[in-house]
C-alpha cells in the first residue's frame, strides 16, 4: 500500500510505472488502470492498496513511480504482510519516504534480531542500469535493468561481531529500505526508510519518547541503532555508551552500535553525524522506527 497527501491546493499526482497485472482495492470495486490521476486540495489524502494473494500484487508494486505537481508527503509499505507466508504471521511494514532528487548511493544498514528470510534490505533503482554493491565490493552483486527495478540483498552480506552490519553503494542514485525484525519470529517485522550517508546527518535525536512501550504494552527486546562517524563519542541520556562500536567493511568512515537495556524517553547524541533506529518485539509483536536529518 501507500498514502499520500497533498500539501497545497490544486495538486495533480499520477501513480505509473506499475506491472500491468497489479489490481487495486475501493469501494468503488476493483481497479486495474495503469496510470491513475488524482487532484487534491491542501490536507486531502489518498490511500492506495491491493491484496497480495493475487499474483501481480506480490511484488508489481515495489519501484512504482508518483508524481506530482506540488509537494506532497508519501508513505508506503504493507499493512498485516512482511516476508513470509500469512500463516507463520503478519505485521505492519510502513515508513515515510522522500523525493527522489535526495536519496543517495552510499547507506550502511544494522540487523535486527530476525531470520535471514526477514534481515534483508531492498534496493530500488531510479535510473537505468544501475549497479550495486556490498561492503566495498569492485564487483556488482546486482544490476538494475530499468528505474523501478529491485535487489533484495541477502542477509548473508551483513558482516560483524560487536553487531552486524552492510554497507550499500551505488553508480546511481537508489532507494533503501531496510527489512528490519524484532524477534526470531516471522510475525515481528518491521520496515524503516534509510537515509544517505552523509557529515551533515544532525549530531542528536533529542529523543526518543517512551522508546521500548507502545500504548500500555511493553517491548522488552527493544534496542538502539545508532551509525556514526569514525572518531566519534555516542551518549545515552547524556552518559557516554559501553556498547561495543563495529567497524564496517568496506567504509572505514562509519562505526555502528546496538545498546539494549533502555526504557521511557531516550536522548542520542554524537560528537560526529549520527542516525539512529529503533527495534523490539513482544512476543509475536515487532516494530521498527529510524530517526535521520
Not at 47 to 57: I, L
Not at 242 to 267: C, D, E, H, M
Request: charge should be negative.
Amino acid at each position: 500500500m501507500a498514502s499520500f497527501m497533498a500539501t497545497e491546493d490544486n495538486t495533480t499526482v499520477i501513480l505509473s510505472d506499475y506491472d500491468t497485472g497489479v489490481v487495486f482495492e475501493s469501494s468503488a470495486g476493483n481497479i486495474t488502470d495503469d496510470v491513475q490521476t488524482f487532484n487534491l486540495n491542501a490536507g486531502e489524502s489518498v490511500t492506495v492498496s491491493g491484496y497480495t494473494d493475487f499474483g501481480p500484487n506480490l511484488s508489481g508494486f515495489v519501484g512504482a513511480l508518483l508524481t506530482s505537481t506540488k509537494p506532497i508527503v508519501v508513505n508506503t509499505g504493507n499493512a498485516t504482510g512482511g516476508m513470509s507466508t500469512p500463516t507463520a504471521g503478519q505485521d505492519f511494514n510502513l515508513d515515510q519516504i522522500v523525493p527522489v532528487n535526495i536519496v543517495g548511493d552510499e547507506y550502511i544498514v544494522v540487523k535486527g534480531n530476525g531470520s535471514d528470510l526477514h534481515e534483508r534490505p531492498l534496493v530500488i533503482a531510479t535510473q537505468d542500469n544501475t549497479q550495486v554493491f556490498i561492503n566495498g565490493s569492485t564487483t556488482a552483486a546486482a544490476t538494475l535493468v530499468n528505474a523501478g527495478d529491485y535487489f533484495l540483498v541477502p542477509s548473508s552480506f551483513y558482516t560483524g561481531t560487536a553487531n552486524q552490519n552492510m554497507y550499500i553503494s551505488s553508480d546511481k542514485p537508489v532507494y533503501l529500505y531496510q527489512i528490519i525484525a524484532g524477534a526470531i519470529s516471522d510475525a515481528t517485522s518491521g520496515l524503516n526508510f534509510i537515509p544517505p550517508l552523509s557529515c551533515f546527518w544532525q549530531k542528536s535525536v533529542d529523543m526518543i519518547p517512551n522508546f521500548n512501550s507502545i500504548g500500555s504494552t511493553n517491548y522488552p527486546n527493544s534496542e538502539i541503532i545508532v551509525v556514526t562517524e569514525m572518531g566519534s563519542t555516542v551518549s545515552i541520556n547524556n552518559v557516554p555508551t559501553t556498547a561495543t562500536p563495529q567497524l564496517v567493511t568496506g567504509n572505514p568512515n562509519w562505526l555502528t552500535y546496538r545498546i539494549n537495556g533502555l526504557s521511557g524517553n531516550v536522548k542520542i547524541e554524537s560528537t560526529g553525524a549520527l542516525a539512529a533506529g529503533v527495534f523490539g518485539a513482544s512476543c509475536a509483536a515487532g516494530f521498527g522506527g529510524y530517526y535521520s536529518g
